[in-house]
């Protein structure tokens, strides 16, 4: 994986990632990465969806009528 100056990371790679999210193990889905840089990406990858889910049940509760109190 590349930092954000273009230089390859020199650690050694120990872990497989895949590519793109989901259940798709094909070879040209997978890469050998380094352990922190899996971690990073997964938990940035993990975080955005924990963020998505909490939008989703938001707007279940969300108002589309203004509150009594407030008119």
């Given at each position: 994986?590349?930092?954000?100056?273009?230089?390859?990371?020199?650690e050694a790679a120990?872990?497989?990632?895949?590519?793109?999210a989901g259940d798709?193990?094909?070879?040209?889905?997978?890469?050998?990465?380094?352990?922190?840089?899996?971690?990073?990406?997964?938990?940035?990858?993990?975080?955005?969806?924990?963020?998505?889910?909490?939008?989703?049940?938001?707007?279940?509760?969300?108002?589309t009528e203004e509150?009594?109190?407030?008119?």
């Open positions: 994986m590349k930092n954000t100056y273009g230089e390859r990371c020199k120990v872990e497989v990632d895949h590519i793109r798709d193990h094909s070879d040209d889905n997978l890469r050998a990465i380094c352990e922190w840089h899996h971690g990073k990406k997964s938990g940035g990858e993990g975080g955005a969806a924990l963020a998505a889910k909490r939008r989703q049940i938001d707007k279940r509760f969300r108002r509150h009594p109190g407030l008119l």
